[in-house]
């Protein structure tokens, strides 16, 4: 059973566009939520990442929204380009060194 | 720039093969990470060590077991494979010592072993 829900499972958007990719989780010791990145024939590599102490991170077209109350948080991809095309996994942690994933959003950017 | 390395891109094994998937990090680590990877599931935790000799289980054990000899090398083998395992496997490590604050940080990731078992 996968703790942390992600939705959708694939997107498509135009360049220039936005992404919206959410994720749920129900642990509320969960206090830890990277995003990961991962292209084809590569390993995911963190994207961004977020601790509960604040509601929103941004880096560059990248940013973390965070709603401690719903237990949702989302990334958001700003002015989408083709090289964004890839598969996003959010994760949350509870300080155990272990990470629990979703299932993956597959990015489409159409130039 | 940390750099994991996985000992095969494809391996192709038989079923009831003894099967031996090797991770090496060269940035002295101290927590090393198994997962597999299947459409539609994300990446589920196999086994984690978060300390030479030390190792725990994580979400889906079963059929598999670990050994961690050395710090920077961490070996994934699978007792007797079975159709089911065919799978993407990648190896991930962290720093996070210990006797850190923080347990979490940041996982990097070898480029995974394309698993087929026949």
């Known amino acids: 059973q996968q703790q942390v829900k992600q939705s959708p499972q694939s997107l498509i958007v135009q360049k220039g566009g936005i992404s919206i990719i959410n994720c749920a989780y129900e642990?509320?010791?969960?206090?830890?939520f990277p995003w990961y990145q991962q292209f084809p024939g590569k390993g995911p590599a963190l994207l961004i990442a977020?601790?509960?102490?604040?509601s929103e991170k941004k880096e560059g077209r990248f940013t973390i929204s965070f709603n401690k109350s719903a237990k949702q948080f989302s990334l958001h991809i700003m002015d989408s380009q083709p090289g964004d095309s890839a598969t996003y996994f959010c994760?949350?942690?509870?300080?155990?060194?272990?990470?629990?994933f979703g299932a993956g959003t597959t990015v489409t950017v159409r130039a | 720039d940390v750099k994991v390395t996985q000992s095969s891109r494809y391996l192709v094994k038989r079923t009831g093969e003894k099967v031996f998937l090797e991770c090496v990090q060269d940035m002295d680590h101290e927590n090393m990470f198994w997962y597999r990877q299947d459409p539609g599931l994300g990446l589920r935790l196999i086994y984690f060590s978060y300390d030479v000799k030390m190792k725990e289980k994580g979400d889906i054990p079963e059929g598999y077991s670990v050994s961690r000899e050395k710090k920077e090398r961490f070996s994934l083998i699978l007792e007797s494979a079975s159709t089911n395992q065919t799978s993407m496997y990648l190896c991930a490590s962290s720093f996070a010592p210990l006797s850190g604050g923080y347990r979490t940080d940041t996982q990097y990731f070898g480029p995974g072993t394309r698993l087929t078992v026949l």
């Open positions: 994760a949350a942690s509870k300080n155990d060194y272990k990470l629990s």
């Open positions: 642990n509320t010791a969960f206090d830890y």
């Open positions: 977020i601790r509960p102490d604040v």
